[in-house]
């Protein structure tokens, strides 16, 4: 069936470091592909995403491209910041398919 | 625009206990969903709602039961519960008058202890 699969946590980075969090899926059809974050305390909220193959999505200066060769959707940012700290989900949802969402990536950004 | 509300916020059980989790959706939602988050896990979808009928349901047991009222807001209700039903338990709105877009609004979560 469908899944998710991201690079396991914690990450830990310092202020302004490159971020990329790995995440690829499994598949019967043709999935749209989110990333989800959770800030401490609050609700999960949709940060972006991509409905086909080599679509980018991108929000507050982060970047995923929609790898449908290689089944990969990794979330990038040039430069993270201290409020950036937050559990990051990859999800997939297909038609008649709920929402599937890996099992998360903490990051921690340091000053 | 209040978001998606649930209560409580916490609560603690014992073994073979039921509980009742609430969730009031997004204004102008009408679907609902909710999910289990073990601890270190993703969001496990357990049902969804609309038009007040169970329309989707993940692979959770019989004893996971929902309700959706004519004002769109749910219930979840879990019976005969054990140590491992410990989890955030969340709820997602969504408009129904609009494609599958996977955009979900949550809300922040009931944390539930059975011990």
């Known amino acids: 069936g469908d899944s998710v699969t991201q690079m396991e946590g914690p990450v830990t980075l310092s202020e302004e470091a490159f971020l990329t969090i790995n995440c690829t899926y499994t598949?019967?059809?043709?999935?749209?592909l989110f990333w989800y974050v959770q800030y401490p305390g609050e609700g999960l909220q949709l940060l972006l995403k991509?409905?086909?193959?080599?679509d980018k999505g991108s929000n507050k200066g982060f970047e995923a491209t929609y790898r449908k060769e290689t089944t990969s959707f990794h979330l990038e940012k040039g430069s993270v910041q201290v409020s950036d700290s937050a559990v990051y989900f990859c999800?997939?949802?297909?038609?008649?398919?709920?929402?599937?969402f890996g099992a998360g990536t903490r990051l921690t950004v340091k000053p | 625009d209040a978001g998606v509300t649930q209560s409580p916020t916490h609560l603690i059980k014992t073994r073979g206990q039921q509980v009742t989790l609430r969730c009031s959706p997004k204004?102008?939602?009408?679907?609902v969903s909710w999910y289990q988050q073990a601890l270190g896990q993703g969001p496990q979808f357990i049902f969804q709602?609309?038009?007040?009928?169970?329309?989707q349901r993940g692979n959770f047991p019989d004893r996971f039961s929902g309700h959706q009222f004519p004002n769109y807001s749910s219930e979840l209700n879990v019976n005969a519960l054990w140590l491992g039903d410990s989890a955030l338990y969340l709820c997602?709105?969504?408009?129904?008058?609009?494609?599958?877009?996977?955009?979900?609004?949550f809300g922040e979560g009931s944390r539930l202890t059975v011990l």
């Open positions: 999800a997939l949802i297909e038609e008649y398919v709920d929402m599937r």
């Open positions: 598949a019967t059809g043709y999935p749209s």
């Open positions: 991509a409905t086909k193959a080599d």
């Open positions: 204004s102008g939602h009408d679907t």
């Open positions: 709602y609309y038009e007040e009928e169970e329309r």
């Open positions: 997602a709105s969504e408009p129904r008058d609009r494609p599958k877009t996977g955009e979900l609004f």
